[in-house]
């Protein structure tokens, strides 16, 4: 039976590090319009809509053709903003799609491959949360908090979640860790059954997830299974204004 599915892309006006972001223009395009239009290219998505909380954002969205709904201003995560959206979808409490894509607002040449990759883990209908990881070939990513570990057991279900070094490899020089075993990075970009979508934003906070700033760890620490699938395909994403410097061969 194939699964109905739909893609949303949440886009924040005030962000932080770099406020206004889905708006910059990179190579005549808009961030948020390119992330769209590239997701608009998967052959697993029958639906995309771009969720903010800014107009300036919905307007421009609108004027480019895309589909894009107001949300509130007051979601403290994504996927709480995704919740939302199907809230607003839903008929007498039911979604009408069976998978919801959580897709980032901030990669603007996303490969539409890696979409497809997500959904396709939803074939096994064990599986409730599907992600992505790719192995991690430089060292000092290890040890960078910025990049995001995973451990999968053999079946592909992600262990934990770190900004530190995990495993930790006891007995050999750090800087050859990558020659002895795999390690593993996340890749942000989410899939998950509707229903337990909904389940999933009434759980409370967790404490690994408060410790490591990782929202997937409430999910773990609630008995919630995460299944991966790996990808070799390396993303770009743009956190602060000096990261556009990275697209330059891409645009």
């Known amino acids: 039976m194939s699964l109905s599915t739909l893609g949303v ?11 206004g972001k889905p708006l910059v223009m ?18 697993v998505l029958d639906r995309v809509i771009v969720s903010t909380d800014d107009e300036r954002i919905f307007n421009h969205v609108k004027d480019c053709g895309g589909e894009v709904m107001m949300t509130s201003e007051t979601h403290a995560s994504g996927t709480s903003r995704i919740g939302e959206v199907v809230e607003n979808l839903s008929f ?58 995973v451990v999968p057991d053999m079946q592909g279900k992600a262990l934990y979640f770190s900004r530190s070094p995990i495993p930790y490899f006891r007995g050999i020089t750090q800087d050859t860790w990558c020659d002895h075993h795999d390690y593993y ?21 967790a404490p ?11 999910w773990l620490y ?3 299974s995460i299944h991966t699938a790996i990808t070799d395909i390396e993303t770009i994403g743009i956190d602060v ?11």
């Open 185 to 205: 990075r996340h890749i942000g970009l989410y899939a998950y059954r509707s229903a337990v979508l909904k389940e999933i934003l009434n759980l409370p906070a």
């Open 208 to 218: 690994p997830e408060e410790a490591e700033s990782l929202e997937q760890l409430r």
């Open 222 to 224: 609630h008995g919630y």
């Open 26 to 43: 990179i190579d005549g395009k808009s961030m948020i319009m390119r992330v769209y239009e590239q997701t608009l290219k998967t052959s």
């Open 92 to 149: 007498m409490g039911k979604c009408p799609y069976d998978v919801i894509v959580n897709i980032q607002g901030d990669e603007p040449f996303i490969d539409p491959s890696q979409i497809d990759l997500a959904v396709s883990l939803f074939n096994n209908p064990e599986v409730v949360i599907g992600t992505l990881i790719r192995k991690i070939e430089n060292t000092d990513d290890i040890f960078n908090p910025n990049v995001v570990k």
């Open 9 to 19: 892309i949440p886009a924040r006006y005030a962000s932080s590090r770099f406020p």
């Open 241 to 251: 204004p000096e990261d556009l410097l990275k697209l330059t061969n891409n645009a």
